[in-house]
């Protein structure tokens, strides 16, 4: 799959989790351990999709969804929020704010994955279509 995945995670344990497993979908895997470097990186790399923590020090992953969608440059990557926040509250909240996916922690490998293939494939279609 000629794909860009990029992690946007705080927690080097949690991110290696990520890391292992999306690796099986065979795309280029970047990250980045805080806010600030996530936005940078993908402005940057211009990934096919984000996997965004909300609690990141620097700014938070709100503010970091916030940013891609006022950038024309970025504002089609699709962005799933991957957190430990469950309450159906901030799975609105994630919709609400232009988030194209919720996980939650602790994830099923699979889910993840499915996740992401769906959201390349949806490009994918959209991209065809125009």
Do not use: C, N, Y
Request: hydrophobic fraction near 45%.
């Amino acid at each position: 799959m000629d794909a860009t995945v990029l992690i946007v995670e705080d927690s080097p344990s949690v991110r290696r989790l990520i890391e292992v497993s999306v690796r099986p979908l065979g795309v280029r895997i970047i990250s980045a351990e805080d806010g600030i470097r996530g936005l940078a990186m993908a402005r940057r790399e211009s990934p096919d999709v984000i996997l965004l923590d909300i609690g990141l020090p620097g700014i938070d992953g709100w503010e970091v969804l916030r940013e891609l969608r006022a950038d024309a440059a970025t504002a089609d990557i699709s962005v799933i929020i991957v957190t430990a926040h469950a309450q159906p509250e901030v799975a609105a909240a994630a919709e609400r704010r232009g988030a194209d996916g919720f996980i939650t922690k602790p994830f099923r490998p699979g889910h993840l994955r499915e996740e992401i293939v769906a959201q390349l494939d949806q490009d994918a279609e959209i991209r065809r279509t125009g």
